[in-house]
């Protein structure tokens, strides 16, 4: 009888190669259809700007825009407060070092000065008076040191004479006892009298010589008051003209109250703002070329600025010679600034690509002129033309320099 086999179900051995055939097969498939793909963009040629990468003189500056200001700015602060009165000069007029701007009123002011004048009244009184007591002082000690010393004289010679008598025992001892007491008492009199006298003289010259220190203070204080009336009239602190006036008839400006500014005309200097890339090669002395009606005009930087803002920081500089004679304040100039000597190098024009790979990498159009590629590169020193290329690209070669804001992270652009 037969017996029925029934097929195994499952995997068998023979199905294994089935399958490894199988997966190759999908994974050439994969190859091929994906093995090759990159992120592509694909754009328009009108719509870009393509380059070609030369090789030339490399300039080292960089072109900064700065504008005419006066060559200095002196501020004016009022040195005394008070209500303006009278406005005699108007912004924007030429003024001479010493002309009377505006004149101020402070009554409080006027007091302090009656006060001080009655005050050294009252010390230069006191001073007389003082010099009076003292001088009569001292005619009356002189008085009694002549009295004093005549006196003493008289009872010395009859001392003297008591002594010979009373040694040739023609007078007592008591008398001649007498006599002595009388010229010793008058000898310590004189003594004190003198030294009362001394005393007094010098104490006349001391108490003199310190009213006369105080009277003198009085007067300069009096006087250092004269010049606070005299700083009401606000006056020009240097030729040059009146930049800005910020007062009015009967305002009230404070004491130290910033009121105008005088703008020196004797020259000029152009204040320019540099952005902060360039802030390590920015040094004094640097040279700088303005070109103005076909002529070239040689500038020195004169002064670096250290504060940085929005990204820009400032400098001044100053003609070396000669300047248009049509310079005004407030114009603008293009100015060259060169930044170091000029070498041969590979140049890459400036594009807004920049931007968007700080120059770190470029799309290169390939030979077809259909195709660019990212490729990678360094850059170095850069004009108001040209990038100095270090590596990553040949002379002849072209690049997009158009901005790169739209591809995203596409390695490959099709040039339609």
Do not use: C
Request: charged letters at 30%; a neutral charge; zero cysteines.
């Amino acid at each position: 009888m037969d017996i029925k086999i029934e097929k195994k179900k499952g995997v068998r051995p023979k199905h294994y190669g089935y399958i490894v055939i199988g997966l190759i097969l999908l994974f050439m498939g994969y190859k091929i259809a994906f093995g090759n793909s990159v992120s592509t963009f694909r754009t328009e040629k009108e719509k870009i700007s393509i380059a070609a990468v030369s090789f030339g003189n490399f300039d080292d500056y960089i072109t900064i825009n700065g504008s005419v200001a006066p060559i200095s700015t002196i501020y004016m602060d009022a040195y005394e407060g008070g209500r303006v009165t009278e406005k005699r000069i108007e912004e924007g007029a030429i003024v001479k070092k010493g002309d009377i701007i505006l004149t101020l009123e402070n009554r409080g002011l006027y007091e302090q000065i009656l006060a001080s004048e009655n005050n050294l009244a009252l010390k230069q009184n006191d001073l007389r008076s003082t010099k009076l007591t003292f001088d009569s002082r001292q005619v009356e000690g002189q008085k009694d040191l002549v009295s004093s010393k005549y006196e003493l004289q008289k009872l010395q010679r009859n001392y003297e004479q008591n002594k010979a008598l009373f040694e040739d025992e023609l007078i007592s001892r008591e008398e001649y006892l007498t006599s002595k007491e009388n010229y010793e008492l008058s000898q310590k009199q004189y003594d004190i009298i003198k030294l009362q006298t001394e005393q007094d003289k010098l104490l006349r010259n001391t108490s003199l010589s310190d009213l006369d220190d105080d009277l003198a203070r009085m007067k300069k204080t009096l006087s250092m008051v004269y010049e606070r009336i005299d700083h009401l009239n606000v006056r020009a602190p240097a030729d040059g003209q009146l930049g800005f006036l910020d007062a009015e008839i009967g305002q009230n400006i404070a004491q130290g109250q910033r009121i105008g500014q005088i703008n020196v005309l004797t020259d000029y200097k152009i204040e320019a703002t540099i952005d902060e890339h360039y802030i390590d090669r920015i040094k004094r002395d640097l040279k700088a070329v303005l070109e103005r009606n076909g002529k070239e005009y040689i500038l020195r930087l004169r002064k670096v600025y250290p504060e940085v803002r929005n990204g820009k920081f400032k400098v001044d500089l100053v003609f070396v010679d000669k300047k248009p004679e049509t310079i005004r304040s407030g114009q603008s100039y293009n100015i060259k600034l060169q930044l170091g000597a000029s070498n041969e190098a590979l140049l890459l024009p400036r594009g807004s690509f920049f931007q968007s790979t700080g120059g770190q990498w470029i799309f290169v159009v390939d030979a077809s002129g259909e195709v660019a590629w990212r490729r990678p590169i360094r850059i170095g020193k850069q004009n108001s033309r040209y990038y100095e290329v270090i590596e990553g690209l040949e002379k002849g070669e072209h690049v997009i320099t158009s901005s790169y804001d739209s591809y995203g992270e596409a390695e490959k652009i099709v040039l339609k």
